[in-house]
């Protein structure tokens, strides 16, 4: 996730009004940032690695000549933090300029037949090839004008984006389009803006006009023009008037952050689905040669683990052992050796505990494996082999997005290796594929059909002193999950346990009314937890039940029931039973009184102020 941002004024210089924007847009990204200004056919460009203010205190974002200019704040997907890859970036010749937010999926295909025809790249980023490709299309027919050349290159395009094109040849017009990735144009009488986001122009203006995907819009000082990029046909759409403060614009609507980051995890799960797969070949590779392999994360993190352990032995037949990593010294520090791999899993990158794991496992010569939201963190600089999740910045301090991110990521690495090693049928393979391809719109539904029915639960179960959350197999990672998040954002002391280890222990702490969530998909787990659930029952609980659609056996049990779409694969379920938990914990919060993006004590390690 990155903030774009293009403005053309009138007799105003376009620098400062484009520096002030990216620093409202730099909640979507804040790792490196670029503005560009054209004045008298000239492109002016200041760009660096670095927050905002520590660019503009070295480069003063506010000093470039111009009243037209692109800017971008970025969340590197593709190629470290550097300067060479914050945008924006320009073609061979210097003329066109490009800022990109999305994932350009086939640009290593387009990469190579644009060095095959010449193209000299600068940069490590999937974005420079759209300024590239916009210079071919002009150079094989010199008649196309910018907006005809970045049509056609858009089309060449697979997978997410919202851009912003300028040329010094037709120097007072920006060319957008978007595909996936959200784009809005905002107008006032001596401006026109463009922007990922609404809080980069709100100030300014509130007349907003949103384009939608598969459209194309040129904004020149006349005002704007859209059109389909499938047939240029054109597209009539009048401003509306946003009536958000500036502090609900950053939020688009929401509450807060927390409930806008759950209603995100469809984008995000789609992105998760656009990795490039030499990085997962590789990953999978080491961890196929791996003698043992360690798990090691703290908190969700840790729980993306300890659900990993499952998708990676009932996939691939591969035993691994998920460690809390401020054990893992204590724990596995003296037995890791030249043959241990450690797949370290941080949303961050930075979080100290997982750190120092690592360095332990590093000293002792084994290999180091990482997966992080964060491209240019400390955990990427330290492992043989990252990848990144791709979920763009997680503003709430509770992980909700990068857990479901970072699952779906791992469910990946899973099938990869299952594949090299022979343990998967291909009827299989494509099964679960497709069912991964299909789990962002599940997460859809989830979130839009169950909110309700999960507010309602929230509001019944506000007092309760404390919870419990149990589940079989993989579905114990999720319990713990939904544990740890009810007692982060709401207070609610809460315990987690696989469902068959309850009754060794905890369930004396059962009596009348005590709520106890269950996950429980239709997987082979399911009858024995119904089992768990009739002894829970037996004790008077109240069951709260996460279950697949029409489950009338469990139905007829529980006191309250939220449903998930039939048919998830058994590997794949902690995706889509971690949402009701999610939003469980969420309202759970609010219905006590309590802001779930400032939970008291904590503190996330990457946060914008
Ligand atoms: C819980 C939460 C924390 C983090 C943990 C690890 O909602 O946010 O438990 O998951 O601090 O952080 P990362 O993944 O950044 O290493």
């Known amino acids: 996730m990155c903030g774009i ?147 056609e290159a858009v089309k060449k395009l697979e997978g997410s984006y919202s851009i912003a094109v300028v040329s010094t040849h037709e120097p007072s017009k920006i060319v957008c389009a978007r595909h996936e990735s959200p784009l809005v144009i905002g107008i006032n009488e001596d401006a026109i803006y463009c922007a990922s986001d609404i809080p980069a122009f709100l100030h300014l203006t509130n007349r907003v006009v949103t384009v939608e995907d598969g459209e194309l819009v040129v904004i020149s000082r006349k005002g704007f023009e859209i059109s389909k990029i499938a047939d240029s046909s054109v597209v009539t759409r009048k401003p509306k008037l946003i009536e958000w403060t500036p502090e609900m614009a950053v939020k688009q609507g929401y509450p807060h952050f927390m409930l806008k980051e759950i209603y995100e995890q469809p984008a995000c799960l789609r992105n998760t689905l656009r990795l490039q797969e030499h990085y997962l070949d590789l990953m999978a590779t080491f961890l196929d040669r791996a003698r043992e392999v360690f798990l090691v994360a703290c908190g969700t993190s840790y729980h993306a683990c300890l659900a990993a352990s499952y998708m990676f032995s009932k996939l691939a037949f591969l035993a691994t052992y998920p460690v809390i990593a401020s054990e893992f010294p204590e724990q596995h520090g003296k037995s890791v050796n030249i043959d241990s791999t450690i797949l370290a899993v941080s949303q961050s990158g930075e979080t100290a505990d997982t750190l120092a794991s690592v360095n332990c496992a590093r000293e002792r010569a084994a290999t180091v494996l990482g997966l992080t939201n964060a491209i240019g963190s400390t955990l990427t600089r330290v492992s043989r082999v990252y990848i990144g999740q791709q979920s763009g910045p997680e503003i709430g301090v509770a992980a909700t997005k990068t857990f479901t991110s970072q699952l779906s990521v791992l469910s990946q690495l899973a099938l990869r290796l299952a594949k090299k090693r022979g343990k998967v049928s291909q009827d299989e393979m494509d099964y679960l594929a497709e069912n991964l391809e299909m789990l962002p719109d599940t997460v859809e539904t989830i979130i839009q059909d169950q909110e309700e029915k999960v507010k309602e639960i929230a509001k019944k179960y506000k007092s309760a002193k404390t919870f419990f959350f149990l589940g079989r197999g993989s579905s114990a990672a999720t319990a713990y999950e939904g544990s740890l998040k009810l007692m982060e954002i709401a207070y609610v002391p809460s315990i987690a346990y696989p469902a068959g280890e309850s009754k060794h222990g905890p369930i004396s702490l059962v009596e009348p009314g005590f709520p106890v969530v269950f996950v429980c998909p239709r997987d082979g787990t399911h009858k024995t937890l119904v089992g768990n659930i009739m002894e829970m029952k037996a004790r008077g609980a109240s069951v709260i039940a996460v279950i697949e659609k029409d489950d009338e056996e469990i139905k007829k049990l529980a006191d309250d029931y939220i449903e998930v779409p039939k048919g998830i694969p058994e590997v794949l379920s902690p995706i889509p039973y971690v949402i009701p938990l999610q939003l469980l914990a969420y309202h759970m919060a609010v219905e006590r009184g309590h802001n779930p993006d400032t939970p008291r004590n904590l503190a996330k390690s990457v946060t914008v102020k």
């Open 5 to 151: 941002f293009g403005c053309i004024l009138r007799n105003r210089e376009a620098a400062p009004i484009i520096h002030a924007a990216l620093k409202r847009l730099e909640y979507r990204g804040y790792d490196s940032v670029g503005e560009l200004t054209i004045h008298k056919g000239r492109f002016y460009i200041k760009k660096d690695q670095g927050k905002i203010d520590e660019v503009h205190r070295v480069h003063n974002l506010d000093d470039l000549p111009g009243n037209i200019g692109i800017g971008h704040t970025r969340w590197a997907t593709h190629g470290a933090p550097l300067e060479v890859n914050a945008h924006p970036h320009v073609d061979c010749r210097g003329s066109i300029a490009v800022v990109h937010n999305g994932i350009i999926e086939n640009f290593a295909e387009l990469k190579l037949e644009l060095e095959s025809r010449g193209h000299v790249f600068k940069s490590r980023t999937d974005t420079e090839i759209i300024a590239h490709l916009i210079e071919e299309n002009s150079k094989v027919d010199s008649s196309l004008g910018l907006v005809k050349a970045t049509l």
